[in-house]
């Protein structure tokens, strides 16, 4: 059975922190915290607070952190980057499966208590921007390889656009949290990503986890959007 990544009985919803300011990265956390499973931090605000960031937007919530670092170097050298933040406790530590299969293995083995999850394709990226980058596949082809390829070097978690849900589950099986980030309720804007799909599609097509950032935190009031959403996604599981 899939890892069930919901908390307490709250939105399988990860807010992006997308901030460089501790104290508004926190007081979102807060806002949130009744409504959602976790709340991402990303490189931004991890590179300037370190530790800290983790620490503080966790608060005394209990709430998972999705710490999106996106590692991606030699084997060893992401090893020791793994094994130093398994010490603040995230729940989820990213690293980009294009890293390959040692790259994944050794940060697995470092961070055994942490839940490795690979980053397939960017959802900034579509089909033209990976021909661009010598790929040589479609953005489905090329995030159920290394979907396959993360998960069998120890991976386990997978992120792809809410596009690739339905095809990289059928590939990894159900005992793979998916975590799908390009989630915008109906009628938002794009902005700058290119693969994107509803929060409803994306749980009905077998996502684990949503990330969410812009709708919440660019509300006038985040824990008000947090808790329309996640009552949404309560409906649409009913």
């Not at 398994?86 to 990213?94: D, F, N, W």
């Not at 596949?137 to 390889?145: F, I, P, Y």
């Not at 339905?166 to 693969?195: H, K």
Request: charged letters at 20%; a neutral charge; glycine letters at 8%.
């Amino acid at each position: 059975m899939t890892p069930d990544p919901v908390r307490a009985g709250r939105a399988p919803i990860a807010v992006a922190l997308d901030t460089p300011d501790l104290d508004e990265a926190s007081r979102w956390a807060r806002l949130v915290e009744p409504h959602v499973s976790a709340v991402k931090v990303g490189l931004e605000l991890f590179t300037r607070y370190g530790p800290d960031a983790v620490a503080s937007v966790r608060g005394g919530s209990g709430l998972d952190v999705f710490l999106d670092l996106k590692l991606h170097d030699i084997p060893n050298t992401v090893a020791g980057a793994a094994r130093a933040v398994a010490r603040v406790r995230p729940t989820y530590l990213t690293v980009h499966a294009a890293g390959g299969r040692a790259m994944i293995r050794a940060a697995a083995d470092a961070a055994p208590d942490v839940l490795i999850t690979a980053v397939t394709v960017l959802t900034s990226l579509d089909d033209g921007a990976i021909a661009d980058m010598g790929f040589g596949a479609t953005v489905v082809d090329a995030v159920r390889r290394l979907a396959v390829l993360a998960v069998d070097a120890g991976a386990r978690a997978v992120v792809c656009s809410p596009q690739e849900v339905a095809a990289v589950r059928a590939e990894v099986g159900p005992d793979v949290v998916l975590i799908t980030p390009g989630v915008r309720p109906a009628g938002t804007a794009l902005q700058d990503q290119a693969r994107v799909g509803t929060p409803e599609r994306a749980l009905a097509d077998g996502a684990n986890l949503l990330v969410i950032g812009r709708p919440v935190i660019r509300a006038a009031d985040p824990g008000a959007a947090a808790a329309s959403l996640a009552a949404q996604l309560r409906r649409a599981l009913a």
